[in-house]
């Protein structure tokens, strides 16, 4: 019994580690290879539509709005669609500025829809049918683009197989709380590593939903925007390149974000992407397999690019997996071959230390304190995900078995660096759920083994075991907060 336990225990850790070793290659293309794409000046501006697609937006509406006719392009060679499908004061506010701005001579249009079918897809898509521009920028509500925006990007479509240019976030907010510098983890590795790796080498890379340009043809061409995942800009990204087209991820260009500010907004965020990537998987890997246009590279690549939010399912195991391996090797020989994994194993902590200092360091303004602090922040940013384990894996099943679900919006405040409290008060607060009772089982079993280990002074496992306890401690307790005490 003990061998099988420890059997699956080697099965996961595998998995974790070719997971750990393909990110390592993307940093590598990442530091070592040019991200060059051709770009020239146009004869000619084209015409390009900016559509900006809102859900009940009330903070951030007139901000957004006010910021695109900013933007340094000739009016007469652009047109703004307000997609709306508020219910709320949204839709007075973006109507008041819209109507201003008609009046300043922008061709700018308020456009709502009798429902909310196909959510985002939908709204982008019901835009698609009055649109006039060869392009289409697409801005969520809580970005704010600089003037230089299309002016920068537009040179890139000068090679006619570029079907989107996607920038680069960056965060107006970042240093608002440790919760939005922790997030800015992820983000800056994914828009390093991951979109800089995987373009440098060839491999399919992702449009974000926002802060970048489609080509129209090219969104005509893949089939359209569809709302049959929650994740609808990486399903269209997969089809439009099997479909042949190339995308142009341009690290120059930053596009100013605003990072969730609560623990359950983020939850509800990285829910919707991580059951939307299995979605996509459902629907799109098949065919990439298939596809004979793509390297086996960037087939192979591409595969985990939509199986990157699995990885939740593989922290669950090891959790759970944790005290059943101890008692295992608690039983095995001092000499026992086991033992000599171990260290294997150790590499794949340290390839992810390497893939996330990577594309950090290289953002940071103070290289000198990004590196000393990085570290204490990678820690953290891991603790905060093994606590988020629980409910990802949750939405990463639901994204494979098929279970439909809602599109909920990440509130955005309008707040930046300054720590102005009780915005958040007008939205709904988060409700107590079974899920929980299920996070609270699950640190209940990280305080058992903490005090076993501490009596067996197992100290390997006591980090290990420690940190999921935190984690989910820390997810149950802002929970709670959001659900009772916030009124």
């Known amino acids: 019994m003990a061998y099988l336990v420890i059997a699956i225990y080697v099965i996961i850790s595998t998995l974790l580690l070719i997971y750990s070793l393909v990110e390592f290659s993307l940093l590598l293309n990442f530091l070592f290879r040019k991200n060059v794409h051709e770009q020239k000046e146009w004869e000619e501006l084209p015409y390009v539509t900016i559509q900006l697609p809102m859900y009940n937006e009330s903070y951030v509406v007139e901000r957004l709005i006010d910021r695109i006719v900013e933007l340094d392009y000739p009016k007469d060679k652009l047109e703004i669609q307000v997609l709306d499908d508020s219910t709320d004061d949204t839709v007075e506010k973006a109507k008041a500025k819209v109507e201003y701005y008609q009046q300043q001579g922008f061709d700018i249009q308020y456009i709502q829809r009798d429902n909310r079918v196909g959510f985002k897809a939908g709204a982008l898509d019901y835009g698609l049918n009055t649109a006039k521009g060869e392009f289409i920028a697409i801005f969520d509500a809580d970005f704010l683009p600089t003037a230089s925006f299309l002016m920068e990007a537009i040179p890139y479509f000068s090679n006619e197989k570029i079907g989107v240019v996607q920038s680069r976030w960056t965060y107006l907010n970042e240093n608002y709380s440790f919760l939005t510098r922790l997030q800015t983890v992820i983000l800056n590795t994914h828009?390093?590593?991951?979109?800089?790796?995987?373009?440098?080498?060839?491999?399919?890379?992702?449009?974000n939903g926002t802060a970048g340009i489609w080509r129209t043809a090219c969104i005509a061409d893949a089939g359209g925007w569809e709302a049959d995942t929650l994740t609808e800009d990486l399903d269209l990204s997969f089809r439009a390149q099997m479909r042949g087209w190339k995308f142009a991820y341009v690290s120059e260009i930053e596009s100013p974000s605003e990072l969730p500010l609560t623990l359950p907004a983020y939850r509800v965020q990285q829910f919707r992407w991580s059951k939307g990537a299995a979605e996509c998987v459902r629907k799109n890997v098949r065919a990439l397999i298939k596809d004979k246009r793509p390297s086996f590279w960037a087939k192979l690549i591409g595969s985990f690019h939509l199986l990157n939010s699995s990885v939740y399912l593989i922290v669950v195991a090891f959790i759970l997996l944790s005290f059943p391996v101890t008692l295992a090797i608690e039983r095995l020989p001092a000499d026992s071959w086991v033992y000599y994994l171990f260290p294997v194993f150790l590499c794949t902590n340290v390839l992810l230390l390497l893939v996330f200092a990577g594309g950090n360091i290289t953002f940071a303004k103070n290289k000198v304190w990004g590196t000393i602090t990085f570290p204490f922040i990678f820690i953290s940013f891991l603790v905060l995900n093994m606590g988020?384990?629980?409910?990802?894996?949750?939405?990463?099943?639901?994204?494979?078995?098929?279970?439909?679900?809602?599109?909920?919006?990440?509130?955005?405040?309008?707040?930046?660096?300054?720590?102005?409290?009780?915005?958040?008060?007008k939205y709904k607060r988060i409700q107590i759920t079974p899920l929980l009772l299920l996070e609270s089982l699950f640190m209940g079993y990280g305080i058992f083994q903490v005090v076993y280990h501490l009596n067996h002074q197992n100290i390997p496992m006591l980090l290990f075991t420690g940190a999921f306890t935190i984690g989910f401690l820390y997810n149950v307790s802002a929970t709670v907060y959001h659900s009772v005490f916030s009124k």
């Open 191 to 207: 828009f390093s590593v991951e979109q800089g790796g995987r373009n440098a080498s060839g491999a399919y890379i992702n449009f």
């Open 388 to 425: 988020m384990s629980v409910y990802m894996a949750l939405g990463v099943i639901e994204g494979y078995i098929g279970k439909k679900s809602e599109f909920i919006r990440t509130p955005k405040f309008n707040i930046t660096a300054e720590k102005t409290r009780g915005e958040h008060k």
